[in-house]
């Protein structure tokens, strides 16, 4: 195959899954189930959203995931059990996560 033939072929695939993603509703409706069983998971909703914010962090999650969360923890957790989650998980995640976390919180 040539450089051209692969190119084309790769186009192609990324097309076909944006195509996917684009008349699907299946991701959405899955995240919504996920976070409604989430909720019976026998934490309190605060310890919930604190394990959650620690599993970004950790995961290093987009700033899409990190506004999607902090939306629905509103009211649930302040911004200072925020930031102390973070600073205890720090030594676990390493400075790196840290920052990437902090700046995905901050990129709203």
Same mark, same amino acid.
């Given at each position: 195959?040539? !450089? !051209? ?6 186009? *192609?695939?990324? &097309? #076909?899954?944006?195509? $996917?993603? &684009?008349?699907?509703? +299946?991701?959405?409706?899955?995240a919504a189930r996920l976070n409604e069983s989430a909720q019976d998971?026998? /934490? !309190? /909703? ?11 962090? @950790? ?10 969360? $902090? *939306? $629905?923890? !509103?009211?649930?957790? +302040?911004?200072?059990? $925020?930031?102390?989650?973070? #600073? ?7 400075? @790196? ?9 901050? @990129?709203?």
């Amino acid at each position: 195959m040539s !450089d !051209d033939q692969d190119e084309s072929a790769a186009r *192609e695939r990324v &097309e #076909e899954i944006r195509r $996917l993603l &684009e008349g699907s509703n +299946t991701a959405m409706a899955v995240a919504a189930r996920l976070n409604e069983s989430a909720q019976d998971n026998g /934490l !309190d /909703l605060r310890t919930t959203f604190l394990v959650r914010v620690a599993a970004l962090a @950790a995961s290093g999650a987009p700033p899409v995931s990190w506004r999607t969360n $902090l *939306e $629905l923890a !509103d009211g649930t957790i +302040t911004p200072d059990e $925020l930031m102390a989650t973070l #600073e205890a998980i720090a030594p676990i995640i390493g400075t @790196a996560r840290y920052l990437q976390a902090v700046s995905a919180i901050l @990129a709203d």
